[in-house]
């Protein structure tokens, strides 16, 4: 199992290395040339060359690269064009909140969506079960943007409860201003989450492990949390991890519509801005964020089914 | 004073494409420490006998149209879950099919079966793991395999655990439902000797659930034949297998070849098994039975008397005995 794990954060080097090498590629196709977002448009031709040479520009591309994955490993993302500061501190003082938007959204997703889909599963074609699947159709095809802005309407403009926009202050404060955005990019999820769990539930209550379950004696509550749900765990902790994602990916939207301060909206900021080291650094710790989401959902595989868990240890076996 | 006392059972399935009578009409008495045999082909209702019992009859689709089931004076099919809950396991318990599928996957055997103890049983989890290992040490399994998760074993000691869980509780009455279909011929006479050893010991009652003629030889002290969910003929062991009387069960026994004589092809019983959805009117078995006359087709036989405590449904034994009302 350790060596599984040890093996995956190895396979994260590679991985990093070509996501940052076609993110690099993309920005250096681009018009925008650094020495002028720099200087402004007031530089003249031979100051912007004396920079372009000085932050070494004229060197060929994979030499930059190469520059750009040394000082990565170093800790040095370059230093924004906008704000004159490390990239590194600015991601390092937006990540927080980005991670606690998503987390909320994701613990959103699991408390609301496996229920849901249990009790829906549970009670097949009765009137909850047929209700709440066309809602969750629906939570999953409405565009996050919309959802946000809706929400905004009905709970910020109609109903004032929660804020419409920027992180609050205080416990209380966060946690009033997290509601409507982290609802926001929840919901997809959620309509996912159970989707997925009443099809997976459904699978399982039809297995015969179930009937044995039930001729031992066991009470019907005890079988649907310990016999039905455990095995039925799995494709959804497969899509709750996805979700996670494109939790991160929808994030960028939903931080732009409620102003929150994260790593999100400062990532359009930068594009905007045409601050190169800013948007690469963005695009470095998502991914990252990605696949470490990715390692842990496949860890979480191990704990909830213990033949995947086998596997694992015959790997080891075979080395 | 029978243990188990089957009446009239009829029991539906209804589905999209119509309603499937799995059983209709039977009566079946099984006695203290002794096991029934229920044979009959597939699809004649024997799993859905055992599953009405075990009041595991699927939610949606399953219906009892009319019966009794009574187990200790008590009818089976009028009682609550929550009663039904302190019976299964507890008094009568279920060996299943396919010990491939009959066992989580997710959980350790020692759990498994520990929570069969737990259901009935107001003890501490450490306690109810100790009597797992022993019922797994009864069974034939180390009891420091109770740890492992069932896809650690072969499908015969998969056998072995799906009876220790069935036997924690020491069940008063036990359902095997073709225990040995899946398993390989040695594996098969292995578990079934165990499931003799433990039913002396525990003085259970049994009904074994096969198509197998040879297990109910050696194992069963009476026997049931049943097709298309109807009991065709039942009587003791001896009487049934050496003067069988319906034409049914006579197919059945010549459908087995001999081993003194040289045969190149197997005796089957001509045709197929009526469709459940549409039945004969008379007699289920007169689309395939040789000596079905117009009778058979219009008037549905009686079970009737053709020796002490042997019954068998059909108009040839008309004249022997009393019919059963």
Same mark, same amino acid.
């Given at each position: 199992?350790?060596?599984?794990?040890?093996?995956?954060?190895?396979?994260?080097?590679?991985?990093?290395?070509?996501?940052?090498?076609?993110?690099?590629?993309?920005?250096?196709?681009?018009?925008?040339?650094?020495?002028?977002?720099?200087?402004?448009?007031?530089?003249?031709?031979?100051?912007?060359?004396?920079?372009?040479?000085?932050?070494?520009?004229?060197?060929?591309?994979?030499?930059?690269?190469?520059?750009?994955?040394?000082?990565?490993?170093?800790?040095?993302?370059?230093?924004?064009?906008?704000?004159?500061?490390?990239?590194?501190?600015?991601?390092?003082?937006? *990540?927080? %909140?980005? +991670?606690?938007?998503?987390? !909320?959204? &994701?613990? #959103?997703?699991?408390?609301?969506?496996?229920?849901?889909? $249990?009790?829906?599963?549970?009670?097949?074609?009765?009137?909850?079960?047929?209700?709440?699947?066309?809602?969750?159709?629906?939570?999953?095809?409405?565009?996050?943007?919309?959802?946000?802005?809706?929400?905004?309407?009905?709970?910020?403009?109609?109903?004032?409860?929660?804020?419409?926009?920027?992180?609050?202050?205080?416990?209380?404060?966060?946690?009033?201003?997290?509601?409507?955005?982290?609802?926001?990019?929840?919901?997809?999820?959620?309509?996912?989450?159970?989707?997925?769990?009443?099809?997976?539930?459904?699978?399982?209550?039809?297995?015969?492990?179930?009937?044995?379950?039930?001729?031992?004696?066991?009470?019907?509550?005890?079988?649907?949390?310990?016999?039905? *749900?455990? %095995?039925? +765990?799995?494709?959804?902790? !497969?899509? &709750?991890? #996805?979700?996670?994602?494109?939790?991160?990916?929808?994030? $960028?939207?939903?931080?732009?519509?409620?102003?929150?301060?994260?790593?999100?909206?400062?990532?359009?900021?930068?594009?905007?801005?045409?601050?190169?080291?800013?948007?690469?650094?963005?695009?470095?710790?998502?991914?990252?964020?990605?696949?470490?989401?990715?390692?842990?959902?496949?860890?979480?595989?191990?704990?909830?089914?213990?033949?995947?868990?086998?596997?694992?240890?015959?790997?080891?076996?075979?080395? | 004073?029978?243990?188990?006392?089957?009446?009239?059972?009829?029991?539906?399935?209804?589905?999209?494409?119509?309603?499937?009578?799995?059983?209709?009409?039977?009566?079946?008495?099984?006695?203290?420490?002794?096991?029934?045999?229920?044979?009959?082909?597939?699809?004649?209702?024997?799993?859905?006998?055992?599953?009405?019992?075990?009041?595991?009859?699927?939610?949606?689709?399953?219906?009892?149209?009319?019966?009794?089931?009574?187990?200790?004076?008590?009818?089976?099919?009028?009682?609550?879950?929550?009663?039904?809950?302190?019976?299964?396991?507890?008094?009568?318990?279920?060996?299943?099919?396919?010990?491939?599928?009959?066992?989580?996957?997710?959980?350790?055997?020692?759990?498994?079966?520990?929570?069969?103890?737990?259901?009935?049983?107001?003890?501490?989890?450490?306690?109810?793991?100790?009597?797992?290992?022993?019922?797994?040490?009864?069974?034939?399994?180390?009891?420091?395999?109770?740890?492992?998760?069932?896809?650690?074993?072969?499908?015969?000691?998969?056998?072995?655990?799906?009876?220790?869980?069935?036997?924690?509780?020491?069940?008063?009455?036990?359902?095997?439902?073709?225990?040995?279909?899946?398993?390989?011929?040695?594996?098969?006479?292995?578990?079934?000797?165990?499931?003799?050893?433990?039913?002396?010991?525990?003085?259970?009652?049994?009904?074994?659930?096969?198509?197998?003629?040879?297990?109910?030889?050696?194992?069963?002290?009476?026997?049931?034949?049943?097709?298309?969910?109807?009991?065709?003929?039942?009587?003791?062991?001896?009487?049934?297998?050496?003067?069988?009387?319906?034409?049914?069960?006579?197919?059945?026994?010549?459908?087995?070849?001999?081993?003194?004589?040289?045969?190149?092809?197997?005796?089957?019983?001509?045709?197929?098994?009526?469709?459940?959805?549409?039945?004969?009117?008379?007699?289920?078995?007169?689309?395939?039975?040789?000596?079905?006359?117009?009778?058979?087709?219009?008037?549905?036989?009686?079970?009737?008397?053709?020796?002490?405590?042997?019954?068998?449904?059909?108009?040839?034994?008309?004249?022997?005995?009393?019919?059963?009302?």
């Amino acid at each position: 199992m350790w060596k599984y794990i040890v093996k995956r954060i190895l396979m994260l080097i590679p991985v990093m290395l070509g996501t940052i090498l076609i993110v690099f590629f993309i920005m250096d196709r681009s018009e925008v040339d650094p020495a002028k977002v720099i200087l402004g448009d007031a530089a003249t031709e031979e100051t912007v060359a004396e920079l372009r040479e000085e932050l070494g520009l004229n060197d060929p591309f994979f030499v930059r690269y190469g520059r750009y994955v040394l000082d990565l490993v170093q800790g040095d993302m370059g230093e924004s064009y906008t704000y004159r500061t490390p990239v590194s501190d600015q991601i390092l003082a937006r *990540l927080p %909140n980005t +991670l606690l938007l998503a987390s !909320t959204a &994701v613990l #959103l997703s699991v408390v609301i969506g496996i229920p849901l889909g $249990v009790v829906a599963a549970k009670k097949q074609y009765s009137a909850f079960d047929n209700i709440s699947m066309v809602v969750c159709l629906f939570g999953s095809a409405a565009p996050t943007f919309w959802l946000g802005l809706v929400l905004v309407l009905l709970f910020s403009q109609m109903i004032p409860i929660f804020p419409a926009s920027s992180m609050g202050r205080g416990f209380w404060g966060v946690l009033r201003s997290l509601v409507l955005p982290s609802f926001t990019i929840a919901i997809s999820s959620i309509a996912t989450v159970a989707r997925t769990t009443r099809a997976s539930m459904l699978e399982v209550i039809r297995q015969d492990y179930v009937d044995t379950a039930r001729a031992k004696g066991t009470p019907e509550s005890k079988i649907t949390s310990r016999h039905m *749900l455990r %095995n039925a +765990l799995i494709p959804v902790i !497969t899509s &709750v991890g #996805l979700n996670f994602g494109v939790l991160l990916g929808g994030s $960028v939207l939903t931080e732009t519509v409620f102003a929150w301060p994260g790593i999100g909206r400062y990532v359009i900021e930068a594009i905007k801005t045409q601050d190169i080291p800013s948007v690469l650094g963005c695009v470095v710790a998502l991914s990252i964020m990605f696949t470490v989401v990715n390692l842990l959902v496949d860890i979480l595989y191990a704990f909830a089914d213990p033949r995947i868990k086998a596997q694992y240890k015959q790997g080891r076996k075979k080395r | 004073m029978a243990f188990l006392d089957i009446k009239d059972l009829q029991v539906d399935y209804v589905t999209e494409d119509g309603v499937v009578h799995a059983l209709n009409g039977v009566d079946l008495e099984v006695m203290e420490g002794e096991t029934l045999g229920l044979v009959g082909e597939t699809g004649a209702g024997k799993t859905t006998l055992a599953k009405c019992i075990m009041g595991l009859l699927p939610q949606r689709t399953g219906r009892i149209r009319s019966g009794e089931i009574y187990y200790d004076g008590k009818d089976l099919l009028k009682m609550s879950l929550k009663e039904m809950q302190k019976i299964r396991g507890a008094h009568i318990a279920m060996i299943f099919q396919d010990p491939m599928t009959s066992l989580n996957p997710v959980l350790t055997v020692g759990d498994q079966i520990a929570e069969a103890v737990q259901n009935h049983e107001n003890c501490k989890r450490d306690e109810a793991m100790k009597r797992a290992e022993e019922m797994l040490e009864l069974v034939g399994i180390p009891a420091e395999r109770a740890g492992d998760y069932p896809h650690q074993f072969s499908g015969g000691m998969k056998q072995r655990v799906v009876i220790a869980i069935a036997l924690a509780c020491n069940p008063k009455f036990l359902i095997a439902d073709e225990p040995t279909t899946a398993l390989d011929v040695t594996i098969q006479a292995q578990v079934l000797e165990m499931m003799q050893d433990l039913k002396r010991k525990f003085h259970t009652s049994m009904l074994l659930i096969t198509h197998d003629l040879g297990v109910v030889a050696q194992n069963c002290d009476r026997v049931a034949v049943i097709y298309a969910g109807e009991v065709v003929e039942y009587g003791g062991i001896f009487d049934v297998f050496k003067g069988m009387r319906h034409p049914y069960t006579k197919g059945l026994f010549s459908s087995i070849p001999q081993i003194q004589n040289e045969v190149t092809r197997l005796a089957p019983i001509p045709g197929m098994m009526p469709d459940p959805m549409d039945l004969p009117e008379g007699c289920k078995f007169c689309t395939r039975c040789q000596h079905a006359t117009q009778r058979c087709r219009e008037e549905h036989p009686q079970l009737v008397q053709v020796g002490e405590g042997h019954w068998a449904r059909c108009f040839l034994c008309e004249q022997e005995g009393k019919v059963k009302e």
